[in-house]
């Protein structure tokens, strides 16, 4: 947000005072956030200029995961039939799409092979 500020003239008050700033919160329906009557900020905004920060790299298992569900989901199948086409157990197909799982090279093989796909490995 501190890239707004300058922007709109009714946020100067958040960048001068952190208890105000600390203060807001979203609104109920979820669009945006308040801080007091006078001053809110509607979410569309604040997607649109604000700027993700203090976000790392993803991980190498968080790449791994949203390319097999990218795949997953251009081929239109579900976890359940890459389960059953890969003979891994669904659960640890959510885990890897999550990017939380920690998959064998041998088990991200079998996956991508389920799905008619294969994977060569770059090194650079």
Same mark, same amino acid.
């Given at each position: ?13 958040? @960048? +001068?005072?952190? =208890? /105000? ?11 945006? &956030?308040?801080w007091? #009557? ?31 569900? @990218? +795949?997953?989901? =251009? /081929? ?11 003979? &891994?157990?669904?659960? #640890? ?20 092979s ?11």
């Amino acid at each position: 947000m501190a890239k707004m500020f300058s922007k709109y003239p009714q946020l100067k008050e958040l @960048k +001068t005072n952190r =208890e /105000l700033f600390e203060s807001g919160h979203l609104d109920p329906g979820g669009f945006g &956030i308040i801080w007091n #009557d006078e001053l809110d900020f509607d979410a569309m905004s604040i997607y649109e200029e604000g700027e993700v920060v203090g976000q790392d790299e993803p991980t190498i298992n968080q790449q791994i995961g949203i390319l097999i569900a @990218k +795949t997953r989901e =251009e /081929l239109n199948i579900t976890q359940t039939e890459l389960a059953k086409l890969s003979h &891994i157990d669904q659960g #640890d197909i959510s885990k890897i799409e999550k990017g939380i799982g920690n998959p064998t090279l041998s088990k991200i093989n079998k996956i991508f092979s389920a799905m008619g796909k294969t994977i060569s490995l770059i090194l650079s």
